[in-house]
């Protein structure tokens, strides 16, 4: 085979691969529902305290195993510092910061945001097995940042 | 085939070239600079690296307050200072020998002067504590405002080398009407193109919004809007790096290699891809942030898959490049002929590693950039494994090659060290595979990045592993660092002088370009742009016109 002829079917092998992965990415977010966090509202974060939600954080049951875990990110902790839902337990987290931009990540799962302040974040997850699980800020924030995590406990 | 095909030539006048020594001199101490800026980052990654291990040698450095410091220390001078200084050097070479064209020499020292007044004042700031904000300075933590402004003076560094490339392109397409772009000239004017228009957000971002706000002329700012434009330049960045180590590996590795380029025209096209491709791509970093719709963020994800298929096409022509090189020194078989490359050669060996750790970086990059598939992995440990692979390895490792006959070239002497050399890439590509390895697997497990592990009041099964193999991996990068530094500074103080009227090594290509047809079409750089802009606005015009003019709401915090 001549290297222009062996050059085409690599790179065609190639542009088929990248559109196959594509196309599997898009049909778990479009077909299965596996979204990324979008536009979920804004706020002053100047008044986040006095602004529903975010003025009761914790966790309320919302319906038949079905509850909202409302976070607040702040240098250095998150409030609330624990979460406990029995197995099985849909949890839509919804979470922003009071001061500098930090990170929200339920390890073990595909929860896993930004809390920028002014922007409220927001991601559905059902944990199905009883465990715990760390939520650790994956962005630096600050001089105690390593200090900020939070936990779910999964009954 | 025509008769033009059969090793064309990559430069003008390739038959011969002076450099004065004043272009050498210049040239050479910005490849100083940066390299005296690699080294200061890699003293601090060593710290870096350890704190995974639970080992702290921050403590001994003098002056440094805290791992965050250090952190800030390590991104800045490295991604930053170390890839600017050499590009803005190499890439400055590069074009000079490409159009037989002397370059002005009083601008050139201007690009030097800027890169050290603004390393200067961001290093005042970083190292006085009054700006550990990392080298992504998220808003609203607030840095001092010469921490910004040294920003600025060095991404104005890289304008003002664009502005000299662009002029000497200009003036040699004066002189030669109709010709073809020579080919090196070519990827090398690509580069900076995309560059300039890529760093226009980094530019908003800093000078509109960040230098006022940090002199107490505005009292607010936007978290999210300052990130978006961070983004904006800081995906294409990681290409404004990259690049010019493809530039060495299409047209100088094939020579180390003994073989020689395929196809011109195809090279042309990988850099307008590049061109094209590179910036309307960044909000696959901002995957996880809310504000921004998902469809948005599809679009993105759709065009950062295209712009990894330019670097597939690379691996093709740069592995059939050494394929010939390998076979004209005896190699045959499948693989038999990579075994037969010159792997005596300190400039091609730390390339070819260079190279293998490539292709890891960018598989690991594909899985960043896959959508949904990224919330596995976002701001663990896992994406420093990944750039490691990437900025850490195959940049900086193509830089040493590159060093390898450049530092030669603008001294006039004779590289020091050569066992020592090929050791020392050695030593750096084992250290990385093993921390990556250990950056990777403990980011699977929710390590995350950018965190003080080791005082860290929480853990989990496998951090421990994973960190010991980051230590591990990271002190072999440092040894395998500090040999380099040996080589470069025995060859500049010691390396036996030479006559010094040797070109620098440029390959052939085996297709010509064209000189009539589309092909001819790939050199009008006016019209690419235009077409990059467009893209530019297509992927990015959506958010800016919902979302501007922005939520001015976050106070400052300086939380350090």
């Known amino acids: ?155 | 085939m025509n008769a033009s095909t059969m090793n064309a030539p990559v430069v003008d006048s390739p038959d011969g070239f002076h450099l004065s020594d004043g272009h050498r001199r210049v040239i050479a101490w910005m490849i100083y600079l940066g390299f005296a800026a690699l080294a200061i980052g890699i003293i601090n990654g060593l710290g870096q690296a350890l704190n995974y291990a639970r080992v702290d040698i921050l403590q001994y450095f003098p002056g440094m307050r805290d791992y965050y410091q250090g952190l800030t220390v390590h991104g800045v001078v490295n991604a930053i200072v170390f890839t600017f200084a050499f590009t803005n050097g190499f890439l400055a070479l590069t074009t000079s020998r490409a159009l037989a064209r002397p370059l002005s020499l009083a601008a050139l020292w201007v690009v030097f002067g800027l890169m050290v007044a603004g390393f200067v004042l961001a290093g005042f700031s970083i190292g006085t504590g009054r700006a550990t904000v990392l080298y992504t300075f998220y808003s609203p933590l607030q840095a001092h405002w010469s921490f910004y402004l040294g920003l600025v003076l060095l991404v104005v560094s890289t304008w003002v080398t664009a502005g000299i490339l662009f002029a000497a392109l200009a003036g040699w397409r004066k002189e030669n009407p109709g010709k073809r772009i020579p080919l090196m000239a070519y990827i090398s004017v690509a580069t900076y193109g995309m560059w300039v228009l890529a760093s226009l957000g980094i530019a908003v971002s800093t000078v509109g919004i960040l230098l006022p706000w940090s002199l107490g002329l505005t009292q607010t700012v936007d978290p999210l809007l300052t990130r978006t434009l961070f983004w904006f330049s800081g995906h294409p960045i990681v290409y404004f790096w990259l690049l010019p180590a493809y530039v060495s590996w299409y047209v100088m590795v094939p020579r180390h290699a003994g073989g020689k380029l395929f196809s011109d025209p195809l090279t042309r096209v990988v850099f307008i891809m590049f061109l094209l491709l590179s910036i309307p791509t960044g909000f696959h970093h901002q995957y996880t942030d809310p504000g921004i719709s998902g469809g948005m963020k599809a679009i993105h994800a759709g065009l950062t898959f295209g712009v990894f298929f330019p670097s597939l096409v690379t691996a093709f022509s740069v592995m059939y490049a050494l394929e010939i090189g390998g076979r004209r020194r005896g190699g045959s078989g499948l693989v038999n002929w990579f075994a037969k490359l010159d792997w005596k050669n300190p400039a091609l060996v730390a390339q070819l590693l260079a190279m293998l750790s490539f292709t890891l970086g960018g598989a690991t990059g594909l899985i960043n950039a896959s959508y949904n598939l990224n919330q596995a992995i976002h701001n663990t440990a896992w994406v420093p494994g990944h750039f490691h692979m990437t900025v850490g390895s195959a940049v900086t490792m193509s830089f040493f090659g590159i060093a390898y006959w450049l530092v030669p070239y603008l001294t006039r002497r004779e590289l020091v060290g050569k066992g020592m050399a090929i050791l020392s890439s050695w030593v750096y590509f084992i250290g990385v595979l093993v921390m990556a390895r250990g950056l990777i697997s403990g980011g699977l497990d929710g390590m995350p990045r950018r965190t003080l592990i080791m005082e860290a009041p929480y853990s989990k099964e496998g951090w421990e592993l994973a960190g010991l193999l980051t230590g591990l991996g990271g002190t072999l990068m440092f040894i395998g660092g500090a040999l380099f530094f040996a080589v470069l500074a025995g060859t500049v103080l010691f390396g036996k002088k030479t006559d010094g009227e040797e070109d620098i090594p440029f390959t052939v290509t085996h297709e010509a370009p064209a000189e009539t047809g589309w092909e001819v079409k790939l050199d009008r750089f006016r019209y690419w742009v235009v077409a990059a802009v467009i893209l530019v606005l297509i992927a990015y015009g959506p958010f800016f016109a919902s979302y501007l003019p922005g939520a001015f709401t976050s106070p400052p915090y300086r939380f350090f």
């Open chain 1, 1 to 155: 085979m001549s290297v222009k002829k062996l050059e085409m079917v690599f790179l065609s092998l190639c542009a088929s691969m990248l559109l196959v992965f594509l196309l599997a990415l898009f049909y778990s977010a479009y077909g299965m529902g596996m979204h990324l966090p979008g536009v979920e509202g804004t706020l002053d974060p100047r008044e986040v305290r006095q602004t529903a939600p975010f003025d009761e954080p914790g966790l309320r049951e919302v319906g038949e195993g079905q509850y909202e875990a409302v976070f607040l990110g702040m240098a250095w902790a998150f409030q609330p510092r624990e979460i406990t839902v029995p197995a099985g337990s849909e949890v839509t987290f919804i979470a922003t910061a009071t001061d500098v931009i930090h990170g929200f990540h339920v390890e073990g799962t595909r929860v896993n945001f930004m809390l920028i302040p002014g922007q409220v974040a927001r991601q559905t997850y059902t944990f199905r097995e009883p465990g715990e699980h760390l939520i650790i800020c994956h962005e630096y924030c600050g001089a105690g940042h390593h200090l900020m995590y939070a936990r779910v406990i999964v009954e």
